[in-house]
């Protein structure tokens, strides 16, 4: 009989077992087995007048995978549950617990942050017991969201063209809409500038009479211009050495802003990729995992890291290069037992590992291997040159910079640009006049704030303590999928559906749906995780101010009526309206129970290039729910189709069309396996 393990991902099963040795089976849950059943009042699945007792039922297709592993431990000496580090993980392993019938000395709980075989083998000689406190934290966290999401989501659905409502996704969405309405109210400034011109460099106007200058008016502007000689006294020349300190390794939050800006990764792709460096990558010699855990709100460096990196430093790039361990702001509140994003070996770079990763595995690889060992550099020197000059009692500066030391961007660099602004050496100047070639006034107007971007909005989430690193980019995802947001040039702005959600929520549910509100209720789940406080009581007074004022809403708030087409039903002469529904927008008839007519809207396609089955043309298509695909234009007669859009060039291997896929070109013949990095 072998040890049973247990843990979440198939691939990470396959990767765990090869370092535990035959002793072991190891067996994946495949994410969650359970989930709060759809029963009781309003479908919660919970007991709401007893103590919030939640109820639990398998999720969809989980049943036979249960039985299986309830098999699986019949035939096993002894039970180990080896889900994720962290709440979700704890509350797999307490449902797993409960849910195959184990007792507490059947088993053990083992944790690991990294998935090294030594790492692992090592987890398994500190086994411990479930945190129920962590569980129960998690079971809090669903409840809530499992209240709020299903009377907030039918309440919208009765009364608004929205689909969902919920306790993050609502806020963030407020935020979106909030910057809208400030875009839209903002009232541009004129402004001016002025600057002085000088050979080899310019100087620009801030003080007169040692006080701040603002310039509203081109009056103001020509009025000042009209006060100045063409000569100008070098009053004061300054030099500085200055650190430019490197950034701290990454946690969740900074990680995904940092792939947004710097990558142009979403939130979900980049979890996605971070997800399988974590869980194992095959590099030939061994199946490793890359990363340490991703989900993580810790800046924290083991020491075994630490003092590897340093000896990585000092051998590669010098000892004037070691930097020493930057402590976080936020430190004390961290939980301690996390580390930060960081490779699991610095000796393994990013280069020695390109030819076992795909393009995007080895941008993001490459983003966290250089951050944190860019996070143990020196930091970099920079000095800093400012010239004054006067002129009738108004100050010019002209300001320059020039990096000495390159410290940590010696390897962070191609993420973080440093430009010189180098000024001429003027010391032997100083006292001294000097002419300007010309002095002028520049016209500005203020700018309203932006829209948010991905990177920008988690970045507004975490400082106002909504949400925590593993809902970032569910969110998003929502907000998206919803249509209550589109993005522009890859920023975030409310559609009219997301607008009118955020109005109606906001006319009934503004004491709950804020940004206060949902930053305490994230510090209370954390007390319930740290034994500090009585979860039901949490929820009791949760509920007990929320569901009447749902009962109010569900009353009070005003319908919005469907958008009239001016057509008329063809079946009953009823005015045609436009609805939203699960895919979308369509046209149907008002008189709906009574008359079902939906209007069916033409068809779009839009050619690309000849078939290369028949004489038709590639064309893009919809499927039912919306997704794109592309498919000959004769079909059925031809049944030629691809996901993947066909580019005008043909396989070197069979000379079938070759189409685009995310990084690489592939081959439309599904008999040939050709394909092409883009990279």
Known sequence: MKNLVIVESPSKSKTIEKYLGDDYKVISSKGHIRDLATSGKFGLGVDVEHNFEPSYKPISGKKKLITEMKKDIKNSKRVYLATDPDREGEAISWHLYDALGLKDSDYDRVEFHEITKDVVKDAFKHPRKIDYDLVKSQETRRILDRIIGFRLSKLMQSKTGGKSAGRVQSVALKLIVDREREIQNFVPEEYYTIIAKFKEFEATLEKYKNKKIEIKTKKEADKILASLSNDFIISDIKETLKNRKGKMPFKTSTLQKEASSKLGFGSSKTMRIAQKLYEGIDIGSETTGLITYMRTDSYRLSEIFTKETFDFI???????????????????????????????????????????????????????????????????????????????????????????????????????????????????????????????????FTKPPARFSEASLIDEMESLGIGRPSTYAPTMETLKSRDYVKLENKK??????????????????????????????????????????????ILRKFYNDFEPVVEKAFKEMTKKEPELTGESCPMCNNPLVIRRGKYGQFTACSNYPECKYIKKEP???????????????????????????????????????????????HCPKCNSLLSKAKDKKVCTNKECDYQENLN
């Open 603 to 649: 068809k779009i396609e839009k050619e690309l290039l000849p078939c290369p089955k028949c004489d038709g043309m590639i064309v893009e298509k919809k499927t039912r729910r919306g997704k794109i695909f592309w498919g000959c234009n004769n079909y059925p007669k031809c049944d030629f189709a691809s996901w993947n859009e066909p580019i005008n060039e």
């Open 314 to 444: 000092k051998e590669n790039y010098g000892s004037k290069y070691v930097g020493t361990i930057k402590k976080a702001k936020n430190a004390e509140n961290v939980q301690d037992a996390h580390e930060a994003i960081r490779p699991t070996s610095i000796l393994r770079t990013p280069e020695s590992l390109k030819k076992y990763l795909s393009a995007d595995e080895f941008k993001l690889y490459s983003l966290i291997y250089y951050r944190a060992l860019a996070s143990l550099m020196k930091d970099a020197k920079i000095k800093a040159t400012s010239i004054s000059l006067e002129n009738n009692d108004y100050l010019f500066k002209a300001t320059g910079s020039v990096l000495v030391f390159d410290g940590y961007l010696k390897v962070y660099s191609s993420y973080e640009k440093n430009e010189d602004v180098i000024l001429p050496d003027m010391t032997t100047l100083k006292d001294q006049t000097i002419p300007a070639e010309e002095i002028d006034k520049v016209q500005h």
């Open 492 to 537: 975030f702005i409310p559609t009219e559906v997301g607008i009118e959600i955020t109005d109606k929520l906001q006319e009934f549910f503004s004491n709950i749906i804020n940004v206060e509100y949902t930053a305490n209720m994230e510090e209370n789940l954390d007390e319930v995780a740290e034994a500090k406080c009585d979860n039901v009581e």
